[in-house]
């Protein structure tokens, strides 16, 4: 088994997944929790991070890098932001030490959007973007990864241009949970099983985003004039807020762009289900190995000795 | 002082709203309350309005026309729907009379878009619409009912064509209350006081209404990057959900359709603003004023010999 080499975290909002990785950049040892940035503000960063590489016994010397909310103004320590259009590379140039910790810790920027009609920001994401690209890339990308707030970025050249975020995710959840809509989905399970109910609100809402919040209400009127079930409600909602974030994000992109998926799980499903329903050409990346990745990049990057220490 | 003819009550899902009406159409009590279908659905049906007809010592002869949120399933009687297309006076013949009552009470059908692409509901607001518009009205107009769930409705030549349901008042209930947008708002006065902030937002959301959830969340970067005050970061939520409303209701009726907006107080000023801003051309009719000319039109057809009455 090769010798650790650094600790990879990819601290988010509302989750906390940390890496041990190896010499030869295997995965070492693995930990996941909800101790995101929420919690991690109440209970002591350090102490999170201390008790995931206690229980992985991680070596004491080894160096941490982080991505994401841990940088955020309302985390651990402000890590700022580089400004697009910029380089990929960049962001391995902006990471910030943790001081007072016993271990070397740094946490990467996010990526900033300065422009005064969309301002826009991103934290995390930039660093499973540096792993989902190759730094070489020619030509004009176009990546979307999807999640609470899905983050849609054009790469040209390796340079990132700009990018703009859709509130999916989330919108999902406090509709579903908050608004009249709730009691349209109630007892449905998580993922919509419903494909029918899912293709055909993709395309719709996607031939007519304007249409969006009036084709929301449909899970509601269907219920009540059709008998629609909470399982096609829930695939409705989803599908009508994916299709609008498609059609939007497709609206500032070439049509003909090639787009990159990074997704794993339940939204890689739904993303690649729905630019099938769209007939759209499409690659997917593993979102958890682009962001191992993206830290392993920053890591060799900020200690290029480190593979040969320990 | 005419003598009481009847009592109309507008009873949606969270108020209540109850007018004595005398022989000469003139209003001679009024209440309103919070009482809505879901307190009253606790509380009683039947006790809630005796209670208001008590503080206004109504006669017990005196009939009560009822519309909106009672009708439903879930309200006090079902009063089911009338199908589009339908002539607005339609609505009339289908009053249904609440059994075991001291009085003569009847509840208004809704009205039903029974379409398998477009489903749609409403209930309360076909009895505006019956005060908003003359029977006699001839060509294309479009009413627009803003709201928790505004109410955009097709009339040709008196009848209703038919009509959509945006979710825009609910949406941006839950979104500025329960998603992260709630902390760009925090502190912000309930009216969006910053009309440079909606007026661009509006715009923006009516020229790319497929950007609509990603115009949204640059109320968080504008608040992170910008330093976009709490009123700013509100009014830019309102009128980016606004501006997509009536991008895809008028996306669906013709462009020079003449526009009848159906609102009072801070909704009336709003859509106003958002139709000054866009360049469309609209006439205001008052709310409260349509519904108790909607109710009084039903009152009329139902008692006809009322007002020579008691």
């Given at each position: ?5 650094y600790?990879?975290?990819d601290?988010?909002?509302?989750s ?16 996941r ?5 929420t ?43 580089i400004?697009?259009p ?27 959007q ?6 826009d ?8 973007l ?10 004009e ?5 999807p999640?609470t ?13 700009g990018?703009?975020t ?5 919108l ?10 709730s009691h ?29 919040t009036?084709?929301l ?32 994000a ?7 762009a090639a ?6 799980g ?29 830290l ?8 290029p000795?480190n593979?040969?220490?320990?």
């Amino acid at each position: 088994m090769a010798s650790p080499a650094y600790i990879a975290v990819d601290w988010g909002t509302s989750s906390f997944r940390l890496w041990l990785i190896g010499e030869d950049d295997s995965i070492l040892g693995e930990r996941r929790s909800g101790e995101g940035m929420t919690s991690a503000a109440q209970t002591g960063f350090a102490q999170v991070l201390q008790s995931h590489l206690d229980a992985l016994a991680a070596p004491e010397n080894l160096p941490v890098i982080v991505c994401g909310m841990a940088g955020a103004r309302q985390g651990w320590v402000e890590a700022g932001y580089i400004d697009t259009p910029t380089s990929l590379s960049a962001i391995l140039t902006g990471a910030v030490s943790v001081p007072g910790q016993s271990r070397d810790v740094r946490i990467l920027p996010g990526l900033a959007q300065r422009d005064r009609q969309a301002p826009d920001v991103m934290r995390g994401e930039e660093t499973q973007l540096l792993g989902a690209i190759a730094a070489d890339a020619k030509g004009e990308q176009v990546v979307c990864m999807p999640g609470t707030h899905s983050k849609w970025v054009r790469v040209v050249n390796g340079q990132v241009t700009g990018f703009s975020t859709f509130m999916t995710g989330e919108l999902f959840d406090v509709i579903t949970k908050h608004s009249i809509l709730s009691h349209a989905v109630a007892g449905a399970a998580d993922v919509p099983a419903d494909s029918t109910a899912f293709e055909s609100a993709i395309k719709a809402a996607f031939n007519k985003p304007a249409l969006a919040t009036n084709l929301l209400f449909t899970a509601r009127a269907g219920q009540l004039l059709h008998g629609l079930t909470a399982a096609g409600a829930r695939a409705l909602i989803s599908g009508t807020l994916i299709g609008a974030e498609i059609a939007g994000a497709l609206s500032s992109a070439g049509q003909g762009a090639a787009i990159t998926l990074v997704a794993s799980g339940r939204l890689q499903t739904l993303y690649e289900d729905a630019f099938r329903t769209l007939g759209l050409t499409y690659t997917t990346v593993d979102a958890d190995a682009a962001v191992r990745r993206g830290l392993s990049a920053a890591a060799k990057a900020i200690w290029p000795n480190n593979e040969r220490k320990s």
